[in-house]
């Protein structure tokens, strides 16, 4: 089946780590898409690719970084940088005309210990 | 630039009832409105998508509503569930294809 794995499910980070969050998608999907979810809060655009070894900032792209080397993957790196990076990491893909809309992973937690 | 905006923010309701979830956008130009539902701690699961030459969209129990001159769209459930319990989302896209989402409507479904 299609569909978009995020991994790992949970994920603890140290203060002044960086950690990465995996988004593999087998759908075709030419876009694909980082969101962060805050309890009470609507989601955020962190990074989008709309084509391979490209991407563009969202709203909240501080202390945050992506690469899109393959169309099938779109990490995202949450550096030291990010002053407050306990949430819930949702990732997405769509086709390029948004006919069939978006298509969201499973999402990864991640908090700060 | 686009904002959504959902309303109720939470909902209660005895089994067997038929509810409307609403959603209202500030720019009527919009390519197509997709509602999700949100379970605790998970991922989002496309319910509906309608695109903006349609006026709504069915799906079993679920059916969707576009009306782009006044900005809203609505999503009713018919009888239900329990299981219809979860966090409701409404999002149109914007600029670069990227989707703005309202807060959501957290519905319990009480027996």
């Known amino acids: 089946d299609g569909g978009i794995t995020q991994s790992p499910k949970y994920l603890f980070r140290k203060e002044g780590q960086n950690v990465t969050l995996s988004c593999e998608q087998n759908?075709?999907?030419?876009?694909m898409y980082w969101y962060r979810q805050d309890p009470g809060q609507g989601l955020r655009l962190i990074y989008y690719?709309?084509?391979?070894?490209?991407?563009q900032k969202g709203d909240i792209a501080e202390g945050y970084s992506v690469s899109r080397e393959k169309k099938e993957s779109f990490p995202l790196t949450v550096t030291s940088a990010q002053k407050n990076p306990t949430a819930f990491y949702l990732c997405?893909?769509?086709?390029?005309?948004?006919?069939?809309?978006?298509?969201f992973g499973s999402g990864t937690r991640l908090t700060v210990v | 630039k686009q904002e959504v905006t959902q309303i109720p923010a939470a909902l209660s309701v005895p089994e067997g009832e038929n509810l409307v979830l609403n959603c209202s956008f500030t720019?009527?130009?919009?390519?197509?409105l997709q509602w999700f539902r949100q379970d605790p701690g998970k991922g989002l699961t496309s319910l509906l998508l309608?695109?903006?030459?349609?006026r709504e969209q069915t799906s079993g129990r679920l059916n969707a509503s576009l009306d782009k001159s006044s900005g809203r769209s609505t999503l009713y459930i018919a009888a239900s569930q329990p299981g219809d319990s979860a966090t409701y989302l409404c999002?149109?896209?914007?600029?670069?294809?990227?989707?703005?989402f309202g807060t959501g409507t957290q519905l319990k479904v009480e027996l």
């Open positions: 759908l075709n999907h030419d876009a």
């Open positions: 999002a149109v896209p914007g600029g670069g294809n990227k989707l703005t």
């Open positions: 309608i695109q903006s030459s349609q």
């Open positions: 997405a893909s769509s086709l390029p005309d948004l006919n069939y809309g978006y298509t």
């Open positions: 690719s709309q084509i391979v070894n490209d991407f």
């Open positions: 720019d009527s130009a919009i390519y197509n």
